[in-house]
């Protein structure tokens, strides 16, 4: 039985390097949500997100085509139903979303499977989100407010992995994943 896997954490915490690397091993499937957001630089329609107007998010939402959806740095973003139940068929599936949108997962899918990912110390965190570079201060400072929400619902992930070094991370991750299937 394929499984939904949900990696969240902090922005910046380096979860997209994560997720790159989890796919390179094979046997799993990334999930592309839905934003209203403008693509950043580098993004594909189709890869990065599909990206939508307010107004498709709007009629998405109400005609339950998300699997979850929520709001956040005044955009909307959710997991199309449609797209991921294809995928699941054949792979596991990787969700890499925020926590009120894990929560929904769960609710609904309570076989998922919730990791956190969590930085090695909170200035180290905010150090990768300024490199990053491709914020403005504004948007750094909502960041970083989020990221202690973020970090305080841990308590209903079904674990947390410390991204200290890359590769450990990424075979925790995928040993958690293995052996919950067993
Ligand atoms: P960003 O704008 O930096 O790409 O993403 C901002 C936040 O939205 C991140 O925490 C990311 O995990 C989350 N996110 C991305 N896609 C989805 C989604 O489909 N649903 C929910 N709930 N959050 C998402």
Known sequence: MNKLIVLSGPSGVGKGTIVKQLLKRGGYALSVSCTTRSPREGEKEGVSYFFITERKFGEMAEKGGFLEYSRHFGHGYGTPKAFVEKQLVNHDVILEIEVD????VKKAYPDALLIMIV??????????????????????AERLSRNAYELSKRPFYDYTVVNDDLQTAVEEIDGIIKSSKK
């Not at 949108?101 to 929904?104: N, R």
């Open 119 to 140: 930085p090695p110390d909170e200035e180290e965190l905010k150090a990768r989100l300024i490199k990053r570079g491709s914020e403005t201060s504004q948007s750094i």
């Open 101 to 104: 949108g894990a929560l929904q």
